[in-house]
């Protein structure tokens, strides 16, 4: 398990979260058994959680590591539930890796991209005969190559290419 030494971030961690506080966030049933105010204080990866994260588990094949499990809790499918071992709580959900993306968003809000982060200002290259719906972000460095078709509210990075008639977003 990790030390909170080698827990390294670019972003603000939030939380902690009551167990019950994910399991609305998410969708997800926690077990009726479960200490619903007990604390969440992160989120890792299958591989290297501990007793205050939580993880999740898509498919049987990971199931040999959930088994063996160090999780606070866990968001998985109905059928793996009870493959978990008892220090770890069920957090059931048809839909473990989107749950765990919203428990990612809850404690690295800043993490989520709201318009350029470059600083700059400037346009990227674009080709004359590329278009652009309305409420598009391209940060400086990027390049867009002829015919590209970019939707409404798409964000293309710094230095990003997209090569000649792609449509996106």
């Known amino acids: 398990y990790r030390s909170a030494m ?3 971030t670019f972003f603000k961690r939030r939380g902690p979260f009551s167990l019950a506080d994910l399991a609305e966030l998410t969708g997800a049933v926690l077990e009726s058994d479960a200490d619903q105010a007990r604390q969440i204080d992160d989120v890792a990866p299958l591989t290297d959680c501990g007793a205050a994260d939580v993880t999740f588990v898509i498919d049987r ?3 040999d590591v959930a088994e063996k499990l160090n999780a606070g809790a866990c968001f998985i499918k109905p059928e793996f ?3 978990l071992p008892d220090r770890t709580v069920a957090l059931v959900t048809p839909t473990p890796e989107s749950a765990f993306a919203m428990a990612v968003a ?3 809000p800043d993490a989520l991209r709201h318009g350029p982060r470059t600083g700059a200002s400037g346009y990227g290259v674009i080709d004359d005969t590329a278009r652009q719906e309305q409420d598009t972000v391209i940060e400086a460095g990027a390049v867009i190559g002829a015919g590209v078709e970019i ?3 798409t964000l293309i990075c710094a230095n990003a290419v997209v090569c000649a008639g792609v449509r996106i977003g």
Request: avoid cysteine; charged fraction near 40%; charge should be positive.
């Open 61 to 63: 094949r990971r199931m």
């Open 106 to 108: 809850a404690f690295y």
């Open 81 to 83: 539930a009870d493959r």
């Open 151 to 153: 939707g409404a509210e």
């Open 6 to 8: 080698n827990r390294q």
